[in-house]
């Protein structure tokens, strides 16, 4: 299943159409659509980084995100110095300074996403007058997304394509919502390739060892919430082809498994996802 995070339904409006997503018409804190056959549910955030973390935890976790065979895109416009659509390697959050960094585990080429589009984007609390790098993207949700998202989903999971409304010095009334649906609407054709690409993908983190798992999450006393911190690593270190099993012989050799209290258990985790990334 896709879980597709936009900030605006202007950015939005042509894969709703494409993908034939109906409004959920039940209460809801965020305008949501979804595909008659569940695999496609999208959320509109709004602008902004606490919006956008608050609309992706509350997609994630209404519907219920599997990391084992589901992926969260974050799709929508930026600032840049030349038009197209980028796969964005690096977020860095400019308020907080904190860098994130979405794993790039699928080649993407045959969906018109070669290593050339690959780029650095920068999280921004406002918008700007004026690109401060011109290597660089500028918007304002996609590190709000990835923090949110990184409690359910593995860096793996994660897709952030991002396409160029503006170059950043334009007076933001002539940037219209005609403007960002025709800019995403050029863009459709590549971000309709990526979802059928993805959707062919085999998912070889169903084949964890479970039962190594399990003894782990004793070892480290784990919290339910913990627990799954803990699985989505051994998912993702089954995908990047890591030995998972080396790193814990290798925490138990330095004494930090078992742990003696959750907090230890909690410490461990971070040990191992520092390890894995």
Do not use: W
Request: hydrophobic share 40%; proline share 5%.
């Amino acid at each position: 299943m896709f879980y597709i995070v936009c900030a605006l339904a202007a950015e939005a409006r042509p894969l709703i159409s494409a993908l034939s997503l109906r409004k959920d018409d039940h209460a809801c804190p965020y305008d949501t659509y979804f595909s008659e056959d569940s695999t496609c549910v999208l959320v509109l955030s709004g602008m902004g980084n606490v919006a956008a973390s608050s609309a992706a935890s509350y997609l994630l976790t209404r519907f219920g995100f599997r990391p084992d065979r589901d992926f969260l895109l974050n799709f929508g416009s930026c600032a840049g110095s030349i038009p197209g659509l980028y796969l964005i390697h690096k977020i860095t959050d400019e308020v907080t300074g904190r860098v994130f960094y979405p794993d790039m585990l699928y080649d993407l080429s045959s969906c018109g996403l070669p290593l050339s589009s690959e780029k650095a984007l920068v999280t921004v609390p406002k918008v700007i007058s004026s690109l401060p790098d011109p290597d660089l993207l500028y918007e304002m949700e996609a590190s709000g997304i990835f923090q949110a998202a990184s409690r359910f989903c593995p860096p793996h999971r994660m897709i952030f394509l991002k396409y160029v409304s503006d170059s950043g010095e334009e007076d933001p009334k002539n940037i219209t919502s005609a403007l960002l649906t025709e800019r995403a609407m050029e863009q459709l054709p590549h971000v309709l390739s990526v979802l059928e690409y993805l959707g062919k993908e085999e998912c070889p983190e169903e084949l964890i060892d479970e039962d190594l798992y399990i003894s782990t999450c004793l070892g480290l006393r784990l919290s339910e919430t913990m627990r799954h911190e803990l699985r989505q690593l051994f998912f993702y270190a089954k995908a990047s082809g890591q030995d998972i099993e080396s790193i814990l012989s290798g925490l138990a050799s330095e004494e930090k498994i078992p742990a003696r209290s959750k907090k230890e258990g909690k410490e461990v985790i971070n040990v191992i996802r520092d390890r894995l990334l």
